[in-house]
T-cell receptor, first 114, second 115 residues
Framework: AQSVTQPDIHITVSEGASLELRCNYSYGATPYLFWYVQSPGQGLQLLLK??????LVQGIKGFEAEFKRSQSSFNLRKPSVHWSDAAEYFCAVPTQGGSEKLVFGKGTKLTVNP | GAVVSQHPSRVICKSGTSVKIECRSLDFQATTMFWYRQFPKQSLMLMAT?????????EQGVEKDKFLINHASLTLSTLTVTSAHPEDSSFYICSATGGFQETQYFGPGTRLLVL
């Protein structure tokens, strides 16, 4: 079965600092990969997705992610974090090829210090 | 981007009653909708997959008679928690997609508290 691992449960950064959130996946073929963000008490918002092509994907709110097949990773990055970026971040991958169902990582909570 | 709404945003009910949660895709036709449950500080757990005009497919361990799902149109799916108990208290989130390889768009969630 496909799986997603987000090794960091909680990350704290200072406002203006750079950010990298890790995501590793287990998947039989080239996966579709997603990053979602969830603010407290809210649903999930899509930040970016990778289906194919360029391995560096640009998303909303200044986020980007790079697909690295050799490392089975899809890490999320932002060069300069804003206080409003404080939220929970989830990486996701389809449960199997051809499936619309997603399996989510456990999430990484981001705290931003002023 | 596509918009998915949920109603109500929060509901409090007495134990033994039933609660209905609506999930609507506002600006696109959703061939598939998903229902998730999220416990505090945890990830999303898929409960069921709902396709318009057909019976929902439930994940292992989810009681289909307790969590009734109806997907009557391409823009509306409902989740009814029947005979709710305090352990059903949770955050329920729906998502909708327009088809294979399409992005899932999530609703804002419904906070259910069963007293």
């Amino acid at each position: 079965a496909q799986s997603v691992t987000q090794p960091d449960i909680h990350i704290t950064v200072s406002e203006g600092a750079s950010l990298e959130l890790r995501c590793n996946y287990s998947y039989g073929a080239t996966p579709y990969l997603f990053w979602y963000v969830q603010s407290p008490g809210q649903g999930l918002q899509l930040l970016l997705k990778y289906f194919s092509g360029d391995t560096l994907v640009q998303g909303i709110k200044g986020f980007e992610a790079e697909f690295k097949r050799s490392q089975s990773s899809f890490n999320l990055r932002k060069p300069s974090v804003h206080w409003s970026d404080a939220a929970e971040y989830f990486c996701a991958v389809p449960t199997q090829g051809g499936s619309e169902k997603l399996v989510f990582g456990k999430g990484t909570k981001l705290t931003v210090n002023p | 981007g596509a918009v998915v709404s949920q109603h109500p945003s929060r509901v409090i009910c007495k134990s033994g009653t039933s609660v209905k949660i609506e999930c609507r895709s506002l600006d696109f036709q959703a061939t598939t909708m998903f229902w998730y449950r999220q416990f505090p500080k945890q990830s999303l757990m898929l409960m069921a997959t709902s396709n318009e005009g057909s019976k929902a497919t439930y994940e292992q361990g989810v009681e289909k008679d307790k969590f009734l799902i109806n997907h009557a149109s391409l823009t509306l799916s409902t989740l009814t928690v029947t005979s709710a108990h305090p352990e059903d208290s949770s955050f329920y989130i729906c998502s909708a997609t327009g088809g294979f390889q399409e992005t899932q768009y999530f609703g804002p969630g419904t906070r259910l508290l069963v007293l």
